[in-house]
Nanobody, 118 residues
Framework: QVQVVESGGGSAQAGDSVRLSCAVS????????VAWFRQFAGKEREFVAA???SGVSSVKERATISRDNAKNTVDLQITSLNVEDTAVYYC????????????????WGQGIQVTVSS
């Protein structure tokens, strides 16, 4: 059973940065592609960033995705936060697919709330 666990959510002030971490159980050889999505109330899930096991990445503006070798996680960092970044953020993983289509990812975390105040 693959388990995806996000951490690092919470509240932040506008202009700050936030760093979210995604850990995947059993992925000791980094065999999964990892992506981050976010979902606003009443909206479709929106692509933020993705990192392939090969190291290739794709990101939206102000977002950075990286593998943290010290923590064995894939981290999402968003800089210069504004209130429009407030959403539930999800980590998704897949053994094969790499891209922005949420429906193609096999495994998902529970999601964590990020709330930005001005």
């Amino acid at each position: 059973q693959v388990q995806v666990v996000e951490s690092g959510g919470g509240s932040a002030q506008a202009g700050d940065s936030v760093r979210l971490s995604c850990a995947v159980s059993g992925d000791t050889k980094n065999s999964f592609n990892v992506a981050w999505f976010r979902q606003f109330a009443g909206k479709e899930r929106e692509f933020v960033a993705a990192l392939a096991r090969s190291g290739v990445s794709s990101v939206k503006e102000r977002a950075t995705i990286s593998r943290d070798n010290a923590k064995n996680t894939v981290d999402l960092q968003i800089t210069s936060l504004n209130v429009e970044d407030t959403a539930v953020y999800y980590c998704a993983v897949d053994r094969i697919f790499f891209g922005s289509d949420a429906s193609r990812y096999d495994y998902w975390g529970q999601g964590i709330q990020v709330t930005v105040s001005s």
